[in-house]
Each structure stands twice: as structure tokens, then as C-alpha cells.
């Protein structure tokens, strides 16, 4: 069954900005992109290492792991570059009254 | 026969001083100061009139090679690797020529003795000539320039096929992978661009030719090749250098991408002298139906480590790397490749070969990856070394990992010595005893060197008779 979990007040997380939450043992990365928000796992599919706080590119919407500088597009989770092959989760942001919200599972 | 054959190689034994060890004298439009820093990478983007673009990523490349500690596996030589003690651009001529007559003349003289305009007549489709950071020289046929071949060095691909090359440039090899690439990406200079269109065969190879003249130099190509749809192309390169007494370092990045049912073969003939440190990436990913192979043979260097990697990314895609690596006196060459498959009923072999001779070490190390998914996949995985002798060393450091079920693979490793019996077999047939020694080496070889187009498979086994001779560096 999907969970909801609250993230922060939406005030609290402005364009170009990343926030990191934790819900059981996963650690997952919600991005703004000037003004659309996405959410993907903070684990990077090629070798399993942190990715959500790699470098930001709120404009093309990615982030680069910060060990071997793949790609990751944050809409679909998929990779853009070598050497990570497999894309990784993304999560539902649901926006309610001014709070991020995630939908986990 | 036989006696003119061994007449003609033996003539041929002559050393790499003399075919390749020679230098020209230093007649340089710019050559940059020892050592690495902001002003170098901004010079040579300056010197190359860079769209900002690929400044920045010049830039931060080189904060992700200084934040990166030198790599601690592989081989104790590199630990002798000093970055403060390399040349990292050395310019030699205006522009990259189209004839043979617009290189200056001594550069053009180097490229005489080592053969290269004789043979673009015979048997090449195009050349690229780079002589120190940059091409000299660059040519590909009219009919195939027609048909929409690119065949130019990497600064000219930038300058005229901006959008192209954005497209496609770093995306399989970013600079952050690992401390060379991003030196590499940071102070590139030179290499061949290639994009062949959808349905183009290329039936003659490209070859690059890559030259060090400078000592303490550090040559940084950058290749980058595009197969469409439904085309090939085989490139091939070669690289020599003085003699010196002190390193230099070489140190490229390739790129291929290999789209649906193309094919690209890859072929390097390295024949670095022994003060070369060659640390290289190469990665090639291959979609649906598509084929990358690398025909790898490395004999010169003080230290190689390389591992051409293929990325089967769709259905039926097929990766083979060929692998011969000679190590003698001094030499460490640490060789293999790395085949990861990430889409179903994909195939691969990896056939790899090692000889160490003279305390040589010859090391394999390979990975064989098979993701989660691509069911029905199917590799065969075979390294041999052949040690010449008690002092020689021959190491194998392979990985498998298997996330699927449904697969077939196969793993075989041998390490041989040239046997008492083998030798007394061939000299009791009269044949001397370093004759019956090159036998069993090129015996041993040929499945690989069979591999070559015939001009490089006579040239390689040249190259193997000088290193039996020892007179390699």
C-alpha cells in the first residue's frame, strides 16, 4: 500500500534548491526545478554510492553522481550518461495545502 | 622460402631507436610550461578559440582531477607518474593540413619514416597525423565525404559540427569516471572525429597516427565516434615515440556509440617507447543489433593500463574485445576489457593474451557484468599467458557478476611456459632455438593477429619479433 509522507512547507524548498528525507531505510533526494518538483532515490544505480547531493542543474533538470559523474535525469530517473546503465526510483510529489508531499511504497 | 622469410626478418631487427626512437628537433609555435594549472586549460581553450561551453567543462574537469587521489590499484608504477613534471600542450604547426606538401617539413619527415603517407595510398579510406597536442595532418576520401562521412580531427569536429558534438561528447565517458578521464577532459587536444550516416559502410579503415616528439610530453586525444543506424566503419590507430630517459605521459579518452544494427571495430596498435606511461579509458556502447569490437595490441610503454569496455544497451547487441599484450624488460602491461550486459539474448567474448619475457609483468584484469534483465545473454570469457621465462610475472584479476538467471557463460584461463619439450621438439627439426621460441609466440598469437587487416598483422609481427629480440625501447 502507497504511504504518504510530508516532506517540508513548500515555502521551504525554492527553485533550484534539494532536500533530503528519509522513510525507512530509504533516503530519497525532492528537487525544484524552477518551479516543478521531483523526487528520486538518493542511490546511484551504478554502484550504489549517495547521488542527491551531486551537482544541481535545476535548468536540464538533472543531478550528476557525485563518485563517477553520471547523468541522472530527474523526471524519468534514467540515466543521461555513462557509467550507470539503470535508471533509479522516482517518487509522486503531491503538492497539498503548501506542503510536499511524497507518495512511498 | 622460409630461408628469404627469415632473411627479411631478420633485416627487420633493427631496434626501436632507430624505426621509432628518434626525435626531431624542438621547433614549436607554443609550448606550455611543466605542470598543471587554471591558466594552462584556459590557454588551450583560448588557443583553440572554444565556444564557452567546453571551457567550462575544461574547468571542471580539472577541479574533479585535482580533488581525486591518484589510483592505488592497478601497478606500482604509478606511483611514478608526476603531473608537475609533463608539458600538457605543445603546439606544432598552424593548422591541420589536407596535403601532405602543408605539414611543415620536419614533422612531415617524421611521419615519412614511420610510413604514414605510403600507407594512405595503399590502403586507407583517411588519415589523421598528431604530432604532439595536435593534428597535423588530416585527409578522408572524396567518395566518402560525399556520402556524409566526417572523418576530422576532435578541434575541427568542435569548431564544425558544434551541435553534434554536444550532443554525444563526454556522454559515454563523463570527466568525472575516474582521475585520468577528467585530466583528459580537462586539457584535451587532438584525436579524430568520426560520424558515419545511417546505412554507410566505410569498407577501408581510417587510421590516426599518434606521435610524441617532446620529451616530458603528455598527449591528451580525445576520440569521439558516431556509427548510425545501420552503418560501419573500422578505425585504426597507431602510436610511437622517442627513447627518452625521463616520462612522458599519454593519456586519451575514447569514446564509440554504436546505434541500432551498426558496427564499429576499433583497432590499436600501441608501440610506445618505454618511458610512456599510457593510461587510457576507452568505452563503446552498443544498441539494439548493433556490434563494437576492439582488436587491442599493446607492446611498448612503461606502464599500460587499459580496459576497452562495451556497453550492450539494446536487444541483441554483441561485444568482442580481442586482447595481446607484450610485456618485456621493465614493462607492466595491465590490459583486459569489460563487457556489461544490459538488454536480453546480448553476446560477447572477451579473448585476451598475455607474453612476459625478461621479468615483464602481463596482468588481465576483466569484468563481466550481466544486469538484472537481459536474460538470454551469452558470453565466453578466455585469457592465456605465455611466460618466456622464470623472472617474467603473469597475473589475472577477473570479475563476473551475474544478476540474471537465464544466461551462458563461459570463463577459461591458462598460463603457460614455453616448455623444454615444445623447444626440443621444434630443434630437433633443425629449427634454432629463438626461431622455435618466435614459432610458439606467433603461434600462440594468431588467433588475434589474424584479426588485423593484413598490412597491421604483418606490422605486429614485426613488432613481436623486435621484442623477442629485447630491442623494443
Redesign the interface.
Known amino acids: 500500500m502507497p504511504e504518504i509522507i510530508e516532506v517540508c512547507p513548500l515555502e521551504d524548498l525554492k527553485p533550484g534548491e534539494m532536500r533530503l528525507v528519509e522513510w525507512e531505510d530509504l533516503e530519497i533526494g525532492v528537487f525544484n526545478c524552477g518551479g516543478s518538483l521531483y523526487a528520486i532515490e538518493d542511490r546511484c544505480s551504478h554502484d550504489n554510492g549517495p547521488l542527491a547531493e551531486g551537482e544541481f542543474d535545476p535548468e536540464s533538470c538533472t543531478v550528476e553522481c557525485p563518485r563517477h559523474g553520471s547523468l541522472f535525469d530527474l523526471k524519468t530517473g534514467n540515466p543521461k550518461t555513462l557509467p550507470a546503465y539503470a535508471p533509479v526510483d522516482t517518487f509522486p510529489v503531491i503538492i497539498e495545502d503548501e506542503t510536499i508531499k511524497l507518495e512511498v511504497e | 622460402m622460409a630461408v628469404v622469410e627469415n632473411q627479411k626478418l631478420r633485416e627487420i631487427n633493427a631496434d626501436y631507436e632507430q624505426r621509432y626512437g628518434f626525435h626531431d628537433a624542438e621547433n614549436y609555435l607554443y609550448k606550455a610550461p611543466k605542470g598543471l594549472s587554471r591558466e594552462i586549460v584556459e590557454k588551450i581553450s583560448e588557443f583553440k578559440s572554444e565556444p564557452r561551453w567546453m571551457r567550462e567543462f575544461r574547468l571542471k574537469a580539472l577541479e574533479?582531477f585535482l580533488a581525486r587521489p591518484q589510483p592505488t590499484w592497478g601497478s606500482p608504477l604509478l606511483a611514478e607518474v608526476d603531473y608537475d613534471d609533463i608539458h600538457y600542450f605543445v603546439r606544432a604547426s598552424e593548422k591541420a593540413g589536407r596535403s601532405w606538401d602543408e605539414v611543415p617539413e620536419d614533422v612531415k619527415r617524421t611521419f615519412d619514416r614511420l610510413g604514414i603517407p605510403e600507407a594512405e595510398r595503399k590502403f586507407l579510406a583517411g588519415v589523421g597525423a598528431q604530432y604532439e597536442s595536435e593534428v597535423v595532418y588530416h585527409q578522408v576520401r572524396e567518395d566518402l565525404e560525399k556520402q556524409g562521412v566526417i572523418f576530422v580531427d576532435m578541434d575541427s569536429g568542435l569548431r564544425e559540427h558544434e551541435d553534434i558534438v554536444k550532443q554525444y561528447f563526454?556522454?559515454?565517458?563523463?570527466?568525472?569516471?575516474?582521475k585520468l578521464a577528467a585530466l583528459n577532459s580537462a586539457v584535451w587536444s587532438g584525436g579524430s572525429f568520426v560520424y558515419v550516416p545511417e546505412g554507410v559502410h566505410v569498407e577501408m579503415p581510417l587510421q590516426a597516427y599518434f606521435r610524441i616528439n617532446t620529451e616530458n610530453m603528455g598527449q591528451f586525444e580525445r576520440t569521439l565516434i558516431i556509427a548510425e543506424p545501420g552503418s560501419y566503419v573500422h578505425y585504426v590507430e597507431g602510436c610511437t615515440a622517442p627513447t627518452y630517459s625521463s616520462s612522458s605521459l599519454h593519456s586519451a579518452v575514447v569514446e564509440l556509440i554504436a546505434k541500432p544494427g551498426a558496427r564499429i571495430r576499433y583497432t590499436t596498435v600501441q608501440n610506445w617507447s618505454q618511458n610512456v606511461f599510457n593510461l587510457v579509458t576507452k568505452?563503446a556502447?552498443a544498441y539494439e543489433e548493433a556490434t563494437v569490437e576492439w582488436v587491442d595490441c599493446n607492446l611498448g610503454s612503461r606502464l599500460t593500463m587499459k580496459y576497452p569496455s562495451v556497453?550492450l544497451?539494446g536487444e541483441r547487441a554483441h561485444g568482442e574485445i580481442l586482447s595481446i599484450a607484450f610485456a618485456g624488460r621493465g614493462q607492466h602491461q595491465d590490459a583486459g576489457g569489460k563487457i556489461?550486459h544490459?538488454a536480453p539474448n546480448t553476446t560477447s567474448n572477451i579473448f585476451a593474451k598475455s607474453i612476459s619475457k625478461d621479468g615483464g609483468r602481463g596482468s588481465y584484469r576483466g569484468l563481466l557484468e550481466i544486469?538484472k534483465g537481459a536474460h538470454g545473454a551469452r558470453s565466453k570469457v578466455v585469457c592465456d599467458a605465455l611466460l618466456l621465462d622464470e623472472e617474467s610475472r603473469s597475473d589475472t584479476y577477473p570479475t563476473i557478476r551475474i544478476s540474471e538467471d537465464d544466461v551462458n557463460v563461459g570463463h577459461e584461463a591458462t598460463v603457460s611456459k614455453v616448455g623444454e619439450d615444445q623447444l626440443f621438439y621444434l630443434m630437433s627439426h633443425g629449427i634454432p632455438e629463438d626461431e622455435a621460441s618466435k614459432l610458439i609466440v606467433n603461434g600462440f598469437i594468431e588467433p588475434i593477429t589474424k584479426e588485423l587487416p593484413m598490412e597491421y598483422a604483418v606490422e605486429m609481427n614485426r613488432l613481436i619479433e623486435l621484442q623477442m629480440e629485447g630491442s623494443i625501447g
Not at chain 2, 563526454?170 to 575516474?178: R, Y
Open positions: 574533479h563526454a556522454t559515454v565517458i563523463p570527466p568525472n569516471d575516474n568505452r556502447v556497453y544497451l556489461i544490459a544486469a
